[in-house]
Structures are given as structure tokens and as C-alpha cells.
């Protein structure tokens, strides 16, 4: 008998002819003699009407009005209240004992920052002793009950996190996430059909493809994982093939170079020109930045001319507006420079905890660009990723290019 710990997703549990699929799902494994405690999401699309509904009502009198956010977790909570209770019910119906949790019930502790609340502590509550009554405990993904008693959720996608935390607060012998992609792929296989599930994946490259577009599961949750040491399995709710397995880096995974091929179409380019060439100008433009809340991925800064520097950086789409706004108020406070908006980009990442060990995968990632007449516009890298700026319209072809070129259907 093991402890298995399930979160399934909001597409998962997005109506009625869902939420029985899971409960088959979870009787199957307590069928097979084991104890389960799941975490589940709100159903598919019920958060985003929540917070359309709040903006709406803050935005009555001021088109900026931002509703509070002690309200927006009061808020937002509900949607997992709900899908909780339903997928206990649907259990009791196949004959099996079940009872629901609130995350404040669970003894999901947090921090007092609302609407991005940081897990202290993981009780558990009563989970164990319910698990040891023969019941399937129900968890309401996303939420926590702050140190001063206030309900509070743990960021959009928050439900990874709760599930990899109960995991590790229980010492669960299993964590599976079941979502709406049978796991980790080695592309979007909407964009190279030919991509392949991954078996294994360290949490280092499952976070740089994360934080490259890849959106599979929260980062917080991964980092959360890599922590705690938690492995988790990420697969599909919708049939019994294996998913990927995530864990610590072993040995073997650095004989793979690259493991992946992340394209990320949301950014775009910002130029600021004739920024005075001294030190300090480069940190007030990005101190700027910072504090406009605005994160800025690959930088570029030219020779200076004549007193004078050129600087491009790239952010995501919807950040461009406040970024040339804090920019531009920065450069008249300096006195010089101007920032203009140039145009959307994409970029193409390759991910691989083997690029430690094996020399030149840049210069084999950029032949195959340029054999495919890819011309690259900024180049960034950590040392298990190397990420390049290219034309949005070549994003694609250039992707499945990459992807043949490091041979990764094999
Ligand atoms: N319902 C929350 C959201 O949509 C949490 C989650 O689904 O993981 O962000
Ligand atoms: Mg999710």
C-alpha cells in the first residue's frame, strides 16, 4: 500500500462528465489497495470569470481601479470550494468514502501576501487520520489560511504547488499531476509534430523550459519540488499512458545535451537610444523597470558614440507599455535618451543539463539557424540554456528546424 498524492487540473475537472472521470480514476487506485489524497483546481475557466468580475466592479468609476486583494482571494477560493465538494460527491457515488478539505482545513499555513502567498508550513490537518479510516481526502488546490487568519491563494496556477506541498507534508510515496498533455515534450508538439515525450526530466531544465514558455506547470511547484526533493509525475487525466518523471539530475541525464526546444511568441523588442555613456545610466533604466514590476529577459547594449550608448532588451508583449512608460520617465529625469517600442520577437531556447559537459552546442545551434537562413537577433544564456531572439515569423520553422537539427525524435 503506498500514500499517492493526485492533483488533477482544471480541464480535468472542467464539468460534470469530468469530475466522474476522475472519481473513476481515484477509485481505481484505491481499487489497487492504496491511500490517496488529492488536490484539485478549480474548473477550467471559473478563475478567469472571478477576476473579470472583480476588475470589472473595481473599474467602475477609474478604468486603473485594481480590486483589493484580501477580496480577490475571498474570491477566488471559491472556485476550488466548489470543485472539491463536487469530486467527493461523485466519489460517494461510486461507493466510495470521501470527504472534502479546505486548504485553511489542510493546515495549508501562508504568509500574509495576498493573492501571491508564500507556504510556511504544510499540517496536514486531519488528512492522516481520515487516509487511516479508509477515506480519500479531497484538497482544495491554490488556497491557504495566512498567519493572521485571512484566506489566501499562492499565485495563478497555484494547485501544482499545493499538490507538490502536500506531497512533501505527508511524505507521500507518489505525486501525480494529471493535466491536459500526457507530460513533458521535447517541443510543443503543435508546432514540431514530430516531438517526443520526455521519460525523465531534472527539475533545472523542467524550470528553464517553464520559464521559457513551456507552461506545463507553475515554476513555484517545480522550485517547491527541488526543494523538498518531492518527484512528481506529470501526465494526462484523459488516458493510462506513463507521463514524465520529474526528479533530481542523475548521472545518465547529462549523456542527453539538449532535452528540449522551448519557443516563447510573446515578447517583444525595446530600443532606447542616446542614453548617456556613463556609469549608473544602465542602472537606472532597469532599476526603472523593476520597479514598474516589469521583467526584462535578453539585453543588448551597443559600443558608445559620442557620449552616448544604444540599448535593446526584450520583455513580454503584454509588459511593453509600462516598460517604454518607466523608461521614458527615467531618461527625461537623466536628461538624454529616448525609448521606443520596435517590434515583436520570438525566441528559441534549447534546454539541457548535458550542455555543461559538451562543448559546442552554440555553434551547432546557430549553424542550424543560419542553414535555414534564421537570422538571430540577441543571444542569452544560463549554463544549462542558450535562448536567441529571432523574427516572429520565422519562430516555427525555426523551432522544428532546431529540433531536427539536435535530432530530438530519436
Ligand atoms: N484555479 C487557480 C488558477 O486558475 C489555480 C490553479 O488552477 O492551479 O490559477
Ligand atoms: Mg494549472
Not at 33 to 55: D, I, K, P, Y
Not at 110 to 139: M, N, S, Y
Not at 195 to 222: F, N, P
Not at 386 to 410: M, P, W
Amino acid at each position: 500500500m503506498a500514500l499517492i498524492v493526485q492533483k488533477y487540473g482544471g480541464t480535468s475537472v472542467k464539468d460534470v462528465d469530468r469530475i466522474r472521470n476522475v472519481a473513476q480514476r481515484i477509485k481505481q487506485t484505491v481499487d489497487e489497495g492504496h491511500q490517496v489524497a488529492v488536490v484539485v483546481s478549480a474548473r477550467g475557466g471559473v478563475t478567469n470569470e472571478l477576476v473579470t468580475r472583480a476588475r470589472e466592479l473595481a473599474q467602475t468609476s477609474d478604468p486603473k481601479g485594481q480590486p483589493d486583494d484580501r477580496e480577490m482571494d475571498m474570491l477566488l477560493a471559491c472556485g476550488e470550494q466548489e470543485t472539491i465538494a463536487l469530486t467527493a460527491i461523485a466519489l460517494h457515488a461510486l461507493g466510495i468514502p470521501a470527504i472534502s478539505r479546505l486548504g485553511s482545513q489542510a493546515g495549508f499555513k501562508t504568509d500574509t501576501a495576498h493573492t501571491r502567498a508564500r507556504i510556511r508550513e504544510i499540517t496536514g490537518g486531519d488528512i492522516p487520520d481520515q487516509l487511516a479510516a479508509g477515506k480519500v481526502v479531497i484538497v482544495a488546490g491554490f488556497q491557504g489560511l495566512s498567519d493572521d487568519g485571512e484566506i489566501t491563494t499562492m499565485g495563478r496556477g497555484g494547485s501544482d504547488l499545493s499538490a507538490v506541498a502536500l506531497a512533501a507534508g505527508l511524505k507521500a510515496d507518489l505525486c501525480q499531476i494529471y493535466t491536459d498533455v500526457e507530460g513533458v515534450y521535447t517541443a510543443d508538439p503543435r508546432v514540431v509534430p514530430n516531438a517526443r515525450k520526455i521519460e525523465e526530466i531534472s527539475y533545472e531544465e523542467m524550470l528553464e523550459l517553464a520559464s521559457m514558455g513551456s507552461k506545463v506547470m507553475q515554476a513555484r511547484a517545480v522550485e517547491f519540488a527541488q526543494k523538498h526533493d518531492v518527484v512528481f509525475e506529470v501526465r494526462s487525466s484523459f488516458n493510462h499512458n506513463p507521463g514524465t518523471i520529474v526528479k533530481s539530475e542523475a548521472p545518465s541525464m547529462e549523456d542527453v545535451v539538449v532535452s528540449g526546444v522551448a519557443l516563447d511568441k510573446n515578447q517583444a523588442k525595446i530600443a532606447v537610444s542616446d542614453l548617456p555613456d556613463k556609469p549608473g545610466s544602465a542602472a537606472k533604466v532597469f532599476k526603472a523597470l523593476g520597479d514598474a514590476n516589469v521583467i526584462v529577459d535578453m539585453i543588448v547594449q551597443n559600443i558608445g558614440r559620442g557620449g552616448a550608448a544604444n540599448l535593446t532588451f526584450t520583455v513580454s508583449k503584454d509588459d511593453v507599455h509600462r516598460a517604454v512608460e518607466a523608461v521614458e520617465k527615467v531618461l527625461s529625469e537623466m536628461g538624454g535618451g529616448a525609448a521606443n517600442y520596435v517590434g515583436d520577437i520570438a525566441k528559441v531556447s534549447i534546454v539541457g543539463v548535458g550542455m555543461r559537459s559538451h562543448a559546442g552546442v552554440a555553434a551547432t545551434l546557430f549553424s542550424i539557424l543560419a542553414d535555414h537562413e534564421v537570422n538571430i537577433q540577441m543571444i542569452s544564456t544560463s549554463e544549462i540554456r542558450i535562448s536567441v531572439a529571432i523574427d516572429l515569423a520565422d519562430a516555427d520553422k525555426a523551432a522544428q528546424a532546431v529540433h531536427d537539427g539536435f535530432e530530438l525524435d530519436q
